[in-house]
C-alpha cells in the first residue's frame, strides 16, 4: 500500500469513527450513572431524521443540530423518566426506544418528504462542510509531516473536530470535576452518595440529557456530515456498535477513542476490499466483508464481556429508603 493509499485509509478511519465515539462517549455519561443504555441506536437515527429534515427545511446544517439534539435529548428523557422516576426495565425501555425511532422516521419521513422514508438531499449549507486548517495547503510539500497535516488533520467536518475533543474533556469531566465523582459514585454506590445529600434522581437525569446531546452530535454527523440527508435506518446498528466499544473499553474514555477507531478501521477496510481478489482465497463476498464490523462486535464482545467491569449500581433502578 503506497502513502497516498494510507493517508485515505487513515482519513476514511476517523471519519468513520466519529458517529462510534460519540454515541459511545454518550452510553458513558449514562452508564457511569447507572443507567444502562442500550437505546443508542433510536437516539441516533431520531436526531440523523430531525437534523437532516430541518436542515432541508431551513437550510442550515447549524439548524439541523440544534434539532437533531432536542430530538435526541427528547428521547433521552423518555429514557430517564422510564428508568428513574418509574423504575422500569432499563434494558425493555432502549429497546422500545429503539423500535419507535426505527417505525417514526420513516412514518414521518413518507408523510412529510414522500420519498419512503427518505428526506431531500442536502448541499452547501445544509451541510457541514470540510474544514480546511490553517497553512494546509504550504505543509503539503512537507515530508511526513505534511501530506499529514494536510491530508488527514485538514480537511474533517467540525464535528469531527468535536467528537475528538470530547475525549480528553469527558476524561477530566469524570475524574477531575465534583460533577464527575459524584456521577461515578452514584452509578457504584447510589445509597452512599443519597446519605450525602446529593439527589440521586438529579444527577441521573443530568447523566441521561447529556447522553441525549451527544446522540444528537452522534445522529447529525451521519445526516448532515458523513451522507448528504437522512435514509431509512441509516444508523445500521452503529449505535449497538458503540455499546460494544463502549464495553471492550471497560467504560474508560481514552480507551473508548481507541475502540471506536478500531472499529471505524475494519469499516474503511471493508469498503476498501469489495470486489478484490487475494492468494489463496479469491475474491471474497461483498455480504461477508460488510458482515466485518459486526462479526468483530460479537467476538470482542465474547472475549471481553466476562473480563469487563460494569459499575456496580447499573441497571438497578434506585429506591430511595424511608
Known amino acids: 500500500m503506497d502513502s497516498a493509499a494510507l493517508l485515505d485509509l487513515v482519513d476514511s478511519t476517523i471519519r468513520l469513527s466519529t458517529p462510534l465515539l460519540f454515541a459511545a462517549l454518550a452510553g458513558l455519561y449514562s452508564e457511569r450513572s447507572g443507567i444502562f443504555d442500550i437505546s443508542l441506536e433510536g437516539k441516533m437515527l431520531i436526531a440523523a431524521f430531525a437534523s437532516a429534515s430541518a436542515a432541508a427545511v431551513w437550510g442550515s446544517a447549524a439548524i439541523g443540530l440544534c434539532f437533531g439534539i432536542l430530538a435526541a435529548v427528547a428521547f433521552a428523557l423518555v429514557h430517564g423518566v422510564a428508568s428513574i422516576t418509574y423504575r422500569g426495565n432499563q434494558i425493555v425501555s432502549g429497546v422500545a426506544i429503539n423500535f419507535i425511532a426505527a417505525g417514526l422516521t420513516i412514518i414521518l419521513g413518507q408523510s412529510w418528504f414522500g420519498r419512503g422514508g427518505n428526506t431531500p438531499s442536502l448541499f452547501s449549507a445544509g451541510r457541514f462542510l470540510p474544514v480546511h486548517l490553517p497553512g494546509a495547503d504550504a505543509a503539503a510539500s512537507v515530508p511526513i509531516l505534511g501530506p499529514i497535516y494536510s491530508g488527514v488533520l485538514s480537511g474533517q467536518t467540525a464535528l469531527v473536530y ?29 445509597a452512599a452518595v443519597d446519605t450525602a445529600g446529593i439527589s440521586v434522581t438529579f444527577l441521573r437525569y443530568r447523566a441521561v440529557i447529556i447522553c441525549g446531546v451527544l446522540c444528537g452530535f452522534a445522529g447529525s454527523y451521519l445526516a448532515t456530515g458523513q451522507a448528504a440527508g437522512f435514509t ?26 481507541f475502540a471506536c477507531l478500531l472499529f471505524g478501521f475494519l469499516d474503511a477496510i471493508s469498503i476498501r476490499v469489495q470486489g478484490v481478489s487475494f492468494p489463496l482465497v479469491g475474491q471474497v463476498s461483498v455480504q461477508f466483508v460488510q458482515a466485518l464490523p459486526y462479526i468483530l462486535t460479537v467476538v470482542l464482545l465474547a472475549g471481553f464481556v466476562g473480563k469487563a467491569t460494569p459499575p456496580r449500581a447499573g441497571g438497578v433502578p434506585y429506591v430511595k429508603e424511608r
Open 162 to 190: 468535536v467528537a475528538f475533543l470530547m475525549v480528553p474533556l469527558t476524561w477530566w469531566v469524570l475524574f477531575r470535576t465534583r460533577f464527575g465523582l459524584r456521577l461515578r459514585a452514584v452509578g457504584e454506590n447510589p
Open 232 to 257: 431509512r435506518d441509516m444508523t445500521a446498528g452503529k449505535g449497538y456498535i458503540a455499546l460494544a466499544a463502549l464495553i471492550f473499553a471497560n467504560w474508560r474514555p481514552v480507551r473508548v477513542m
